[in-house]
Nanobody
Framework: QVQLVESGGGLVQPGGSLRLSCAAS????????MAWYRQAPGKQRETVAS???????NYADSVKGRFTISRDNGKNTVDLQMNSLKPEDTAVYYC?????????????WGKGTLVTVSS
């Protein structure tokens, strides 16, 4: 079992910044991918950014140039630095962990942290 705990959400004005953090604990394997997803009211959950153990990153087109995902393999954490925030970034942000175990592919989710961008 892997537990994911997000933090850093809150209310911010348009153009502002927030940094989200996710701490993973439990039965963590080194060969894993971590990601941030988000779900806005009335919308489907979407991938925001992902990062492999070796640091390969992918971003949604809507956040490229504004958001940066990073990880600390020693601390088992993944962060999402969000700059130049827009009202359309308002959503619940979820941390995601994927890894292959002997039993197969395992996927775990955090409970989410709310980001509200509004003046």
């Amino acid at each position: 079992q892997v537990q994911l705990v997000e933090s850093g959400g809150g209310l911010v004005q348009p153009g502002g910044s927030l940094r989200l953090s996710c701490a993973a604990s439990g039965n963590i394997v080194s060969l894993n991918t971590m990601a941030w997803y988000r779900q806005a009211p009335g919308k489907q959950r979407e991938t925001v950014a992902s990062i492999t153990r070796l640091g390969t990153t992918n971003y949604a087109d809507s956040v490229k140039g504004r958001f940066t995902i990073s990880r600390d393999n020693g601390k088992n954490t993944v962060d999402l630095q969000m700059n130049s925030l827009k009202p359309e970034d308002t959503a619940v942000y979820y941390c995601n962990y994927r890894a292959i175990y002997r039993s197969g592919l395992a996927i775990y989710w955090g409970k989410g942290t709310l980001v509200t961008v509004s003046s």
